[in-house]
């Protein structure tokens, strides 16, 4: 959480700031329209006021709850939510306690998005920035072409993620399954667990000193602490699929 | 689009309100297909000998009474457009009956247990038009439909009844519809639309006929469909869910010491009691499930 202008966050003693003590808006979604809510959200944004901690309950399995966020919110949602959730997000946190359907996360810029249950397919797809935590396990096509997104998934993937993926770090530790990384171009996947075929161009890369340590700050960033990074293996391109040159290598 | 909603009860409370809890479910996944609707509801199972037969007419103000003495049934039930007849013969014999004295009227289902109402149209109004909620029974599936590989009519509606007692709903489209039908064709099964649904359950009629299991019937959709799809098949005795390797189409599944449900979309099945608390997952692409009372109960 940050304080951007006009936030409601106060300062305590030696600047640390307080936002605990903010209560969360609570939205019922059992009563207050959708689009009223991502409404209220993106006000904040706009006009640079109004509450930074929200709380949503019942959303029953609701499409494009807390969508499109471009501010420094805390986002609690209490239950399963349906497509597209935090999609487009930037800046803010949006945190699920349940499931989430096809495309949490689609298209992040920046921000996190925690989801403490299981994902459907597409998760972090397209993403450009921020991180992606899922608890559970990711279906088909998690991080599909992702373009810097770091997305941090505790148990396992599905088939095809990864697909086209552009850059940034898909980190499973569980297994992954069939076709993974299928034309991948610069994203980096580590993966614990067994992996059920490689797709076309995707090999497996050595795992050197660097990338241990760069497995273990996405760890610690995704908050999973009993999770060894040496045990990750790790996959990439082969480069023959694409065209791949030397002087491009810093564009990724 | 289109979308599918199952229900397979494993309390009394929720038999006695199966259809209740169908038509809210079905009323969520209208927003996947606004086209037509349809439901398959297994209940009140007919003694040993006896067929019950779901008949559409395409007439308002059908004389029911008239076409049940013809085909020497009785009358069950009458809901819009559809009646269930009960036939004191067997499946085959039943529905040759139909034929011989209206050749108009199509048979939507026959089994023992099975009943089967579709209708052009929003879900919600073909709901209540059908009076769907005061329905009891076992388990049911449901299908919404957003057309693209046919015209929408009653008839071109999901489920697809294949054989006794046996339905199918299906998200997604078959690419290779029309060769399959025409080998399907010369194995003798017959075909009343161009729908590529119909395809698939003419396919399945044909394995089971030809000696496989459900499940292996399913596991050679794996083989010899191709396009995409989400299947949920009702039995007599319970249902079973298929999605192709590829898994574009949505599925969801959720069980309590109450119920199981699938749905293509988890708010359909956040309107069941207890959901909340529901163990879920998201089936496997590739892989059958079955849910069978035997094994339930």
């Given amino acids: 959480m940050g304080a951007g202008a006009g936030d409601r966050v106060r300062l305590g003693p030696g600047g640390r700031r307080v936002t605990t003590m903010l209560e969360a808006e609570v939205i019922d979604l059992a009563v207050t329209p959708l689009r009223d809510l991502n409404q209220r959200l993106h006000d904040v944004a706009l006009s640079g006021e109004g509450p930074t901690r929200w709380r949503i309950v019942n959303p029953r399995g609701a499409h494009a709850v807390a969508c499109g966020l471009d501010a420094e919110l805390e986002v609690e949602i209490d239950g399963h939510v349906g497509y597209y959730c935090a999609g487009m997000n930037k800046l803010a946190t949006v945190r699920v306690r349940g499931n989430a359907s096809t495309g949490i996360a689609e298209n992040m810029m920046s921000g996190l998005v925690v989801v403490e249950g299981s994902v459907s397919q597409s998760a972090g797809a397209t993403a450009h920035g921020g991180l992606l935590v899922v608890h559970g396990d990711a279906a088909a096509r998690c991080g599909i072409s992702m373009k810097g997104v770091d997305i941090v998934v505790r148990g396992s993937v599905g088939h095809l993620s990864a697909f086209m993926a552009q850059t940034g770090n898909l980190v499973v530790c569980g297994d992954a399954g069939d076709a993974l990384g299928d034309s991948i171009y610069e994203a980096r996947l580590y993966v614990r667990g067994g992996v059920a075929g490689l797709g076309a161009d995707c090999i497996e890369k050595e795992m050197r000193a660097e990338h241990v340590e760069q497995v273990r700050g996405l760890l610690e960033r995704a908050r999973i602490d009993d999770v060894d990074a040496a045990e990750f293996r790790r996959y990439g391109s082969a480069r023959r699929l694409y065209n791949f040159t030397i002087d491009n290598a810093g564009a990724y | ?264 979309e988890y708010h359909a099945i956040a309107v069941l009691p207890g959901a909340d608390e529901a163990r879920m997952w998201e089936p496997e692409p590739g892989i059958v499930y079955v849910w069978d009372r035997a094994a339930v109960a």
Avoid at chain 2, 49 to 66: A, C, M, N, Q
Avoid at chain 2, 116 to 145: C, M, W
Avoid at chain 2, 217 to 226: K, R, V
């Fill in chain 2, 1 to 264: 689009m289109c979308g599918i909603v199952g229900l397979f009860a494993k309390s009394p409370e929720i038999e006695e309100h199966l259809g209740a809890h169908l038509v809210a479910m079905l009323a969520q996944m209208s927003d996947r297909g606004p086209d037509s609707a349809g439901v398959a509801v297994y209940r009140d199972p007919v003694a040993d000998g006896l067929t019950k037969l779901t008949l559409y007419s395409p007439h308002r103000d059908e004389d029911w009474r008239t076409v049940a003495s013809a085909i020497g049934g009785e009358i069950d039930s009458v809901r819009a457009s559809h009646a269930v007849i009960v036939v004191p013969t067997e499946a085959g014999e039943a529905e040759s009956r139909v034929r011989a004295a209206r050749s108009d009227l199509r048979v939507m289902s026959a089994g023992r247990v099975i009943e089967l109402y579709k209708d052009v149209g929003l879900p919600e109004i073909f709901a209540a038009t059908f009076e769907l909620a005061n329905l009891k029974g076992s388990h049911a599936l449901g299908h919404t439909r957003m057309a693209t590989e046919s015209r929408v009519t009653t008839e071109g509606s999901h489920p697809f009844s294949t054989g006794l007692d046996l339905c199918l709903v299906h998200n997604g489209s078959l690419s290779n519809h029309n060769t399959l039908r025409r080998m399907l064709r010369r194995e003798g099964i017959e075909f009343q639309t161009e729908n590529d649904t119909e395809v698939a359950a003419g396919y399945l009629e044909w394995r089971l006929r030809e000696g496989a299991s459900l499940e292996q019937a399913l596991e050679g959709c794996l083989e010899d469909l191709d396009g995409f799809y989400t299947f949920a098949v009702g039995t007599a005795n319970g249902f079973a869910v298929l999605r192709d390797p590829i898994a574009c189409k949505p599925a969801v599944l959720a069980e309590t010491d109450d119920w199981v449900a699938m749905a293509s």
